[in-house]
């Protein structure tokens, strides 16, 4: 099973590297071991060797002893056999134990270089040599003393000195023993430091070794990955979000690669929506711009209208008393009141175009003025996509602030970035409504504008009735002259019927200019709206173009 965590990965490695160091001192421990048995074998091998001379020195004593009993005790029969079957008895059993040992040192000699050049054996042999020579002259010297007639020194004088020479082979055999085991304790203890200090060596190495084994598989296994994750988490915190975030791996910084990996892709489907929603915000801008100056344009085309038609209506009430005092002077003159009924028709005919101009015009007034009703129905509308764009950058912005919490150090500048654009989607939002409240007062004004309008058109056709009725009753007047002072009556009443129509109409007129003008201040403050919320949108425009997607 792999490991996936980078815990596993180091203990695997930490793992290894013991198991290593363990070999090491294993070995190490092996072989001490192997150095302590051969020693325990040295130390046996020479202290059975060493025992034996030692017995064989004993017994070489007794010998001696057993002699000397022969020599003082000999006298005797009895004892003299007795002591003398004791001699024979200590030398045969020195013979057996010298053979026996100097077989022992034979394949000591076979197994260790050291008694390939020693003298032990030599010396051994030598004694064993000896010891049979002087076997024969103590049996020399025993046939002596019994001739002697037992006299102790007739048989001591043919054996004196004769012990010094073995005693000493002995000695001599038990030194070199000596040195030879010293010699090989020395050795082991040699052979010891060098396995220790191999040991302490390998040890040292091995941990160099695992050491530059786990600087290397650390590096490759964190460091690198690291430092590749760092480098791209650091284009993410500069708001670079086209490079992508390439490291893959099994263990925790894949995982946490993987998490980068996520918020990158978040990240660049919010900011996309944020850069296409900074686009349209700046459009509709530019739209409401251009919108609000064309509304302008018409509101100033209709106020001048206006002024024309109230500059009409003047001049037509002007004609309506020009009227009425025409019919009170053609009571005087009959053929006045021909002259005057023929002047009166043309005035009548002129004021007929003139009021049907009037009711053209209001007519286009009341047109222009429904069109910026529904221009600002349009602007509303604009609004409304303006107030759900900002909204919705709101919650962008909110979300890009969560996910750079989330992301800790590393998503704090994209946090500060975050706060800007909630910001600006809040004045947004504000203006926004600023421009909602002016449009409902424009949309307001335009209503009662079209009031007022359609007001106006049912009085113009109501002028236009009354200018149709003067002039059939000029005709008349044409017709028959005879009739002209009944007829002056009703023109007289006409005529000032007219001049009332024409008052109410110039006051409506003046209610229409007036309303005209608030619709020329309501359009220049959408037009300045309209400009912040372009210059709002081009700052929200460069916060994103920060941003690399």
């Given amino acids: 099973m792999p490991m996936k965590s980078i815990k596993g990965k180091l203990s695997l490695i930490l793992m290894t590297a013991m198991a290593v160091i363990l070999m090491v001192v294993l070995w190490g421990i092996t072989s001490l071991w192997g150095q302590i048995a051969s020693y325990q074998e040295l130390i046996s091998n020479e202290a059975k060797n060493q025992a034996a001379i030692l017995r064989i020195q004993a017994e070489f004593k007794t010998q001696v002893q057993e002699w000397k009993n022969v020599l003082l005790r000999g006298s005797d029969p009895n004892k003299l056999d007795k002591y003398w079957a004791g001699f024979q008895k200590q030398e045969a059993s020195i013979q057996k134990n010298i053979s026996t040992l100097s077989q022992s040192l034979s394949e000591r000699a076979q197994s260790s270089d050291q008694y390939k050049g020693s003298k032990v054996i030599s010396l051994v042999n030598s004694f064993a040599k000896v010891h049979k020579e002087m076997g024969i002259a103590y049996r020399k010297g025993f046939e002596d003393f019994k001739q002697a007639g037992f006299k102790s020194e007739v048989g001591d004088k043919a054996v004196s000195g004769i012990d010094r020479a073995p005693t000493k082979l002995l000695s001599e055999a038990s030194t070199e023993i000596d040195t030879l085991m010293q010699a090989g304790a020395a050795e082991s203890l040699t052979q010891s430091e060098t396995v220790i200090i191999s040991c302490i060596v390998l040890v040292g190495l091995g941990l160099i070794l695992s050491i530059g084994i786990f600087m290397v598989l650390t590096n490759r296994i964190i460091v690198r990955p690291v430092q590749t994750l760092t480098r791209d988490l650091s284009l993410l915190a500069q708001g670079d979000f086209s490079q992508p975030v390439t490291f893959t791996s099994s263990d925790d910084i894949g995982e946490l690669a993987n998490s980068a990996r996520s918020m990158q892709e978040n990240m660049v489907s919010v900011i996309s929506t944020l850069i296409g929603a900074a686009r349209q915000a700046a459009d509709a801008a530019q739209n409401l711009a ?72 209001v007519e286009r007034a009341s047109t222009v003025i429904e069109a910026l009703a529904v221009d600002s129905n349009s602007i509303g509308g604009i609004l409304d996509v303006i107030r759900g764009i900002a909204e919705q950058t709101n919650l962008l912005a909110l979300n890009a602030a969560i996910e750079a919490a989330r992301a800790g150090d ?80 009703q023109i007289a009443s006409a005529a000032e019927e007219q001049s009332a129509v024409a008052e109410e109409i110039n006051l409506n007129v003046t209610a229409i200019s007036h309303s005209t003008e608030v619709t020329v201040e309501n359009s220049e403050s959408i037009e300045s709206v309209s400009r912040e919320v372009a210059e709002l949108s081009s700052q929200f425009q460069s916060i994103t173009q920060r941003f690399k997607v």
């Fill in 290 to 361: 251009k919108t609000s100056a064309s509304a302008r344009e018409n509101v100033n085309e209709q106020k001048n209208q206006t002024d024309q038609v109230a500059a009409a209506i003047n001049e037509m009430a002007t004609t309506v008393r020009d009227v009425s005092m025409n019919a009170q002077a053609a009571a005087d003159s009959a053929k006045e009141a021909d002259h005057q009924a023929k002047s009166g028709h043309s005035v009548v005919n002129s004021t007929i175009e003139t009021i049907e101009s009037l009711a053209s015009e």
């Fill in 410 to 489: 590393q998503g704090r500048g994209f946090a500060v970035v975050a706060d800007e654009v909630r910001s600006l989607a809040q004045r947004t939002q504000e203006s926004t409504e600023e421009i909602q409240q002016m449009i409902e007062k424009l949309q307001s004004g335009a209503q009662d504008a079209v009031s007022v309008m359609d007001s106006g058109k049912s009085q113009v056709k109501l002028s236009v009735e009354k200018a149709a009725d003067t002039g059939e009753a000029l005709a008349n007047i044409e017709q028959a002259v005879s009739a002209i002072n009944d007829m002056n009556i």
